[in-house]
Nanobody
């Protein structure tokens, strides 16, 4: 069993930055990767994949955030961070961290990000 909890969302102006955190607890040594997804106005029915970091630290990004977002991990604190720079109004949404272990899916409760002037 793994529990995930997001934090760090908020209101920011276009061009601004936010740092989201995903805190993992439970059987964290079994986590193969952490994904960030988001639900936005253009992806209301299906969450949009944003980025991934594997247990080895390999990272992947969606084209829409490449060059603006950076995903990283701190294994001592069991956290994964999503640094978001040059935010745009289209980035507004609820951000979730998630993982899958042995066909079981784990999601956090989500954190709201609002990009608006």
């Amino acid at each position: 069993q793994v529990q995930l909890a997001e934090s760090g969302g908020g209101l920011v102006q276009p061009g601004g930055s936010l740092r989201l955190s995903c805190a993992a607890s439970g059987n964290t040594s079994s986590i193969p990767y952490i994904d960030w997804f988001r639900r936005t106005a253009t992806h209301q029915h299906e969450r949009e994949w944003v980025a991934q970091i594997t247990a080895r630290g390999t990272t992947f990004y969606a084209d829409t955030v490449q060059g603006r977002f950076t995903i990283s991990r701190n294994d001592l604190q069991n956290t994964v961070t999503l640094q978001m720079n040059n935010l745009k109004p289209d980035d507004t949404g609820v951000y979730y961290c998630t993982t899958s272990i042995s066909h079981s899916h784990y999601w956090g409760q989500g954190t709201q990000v609002t990009v608006s002037s």
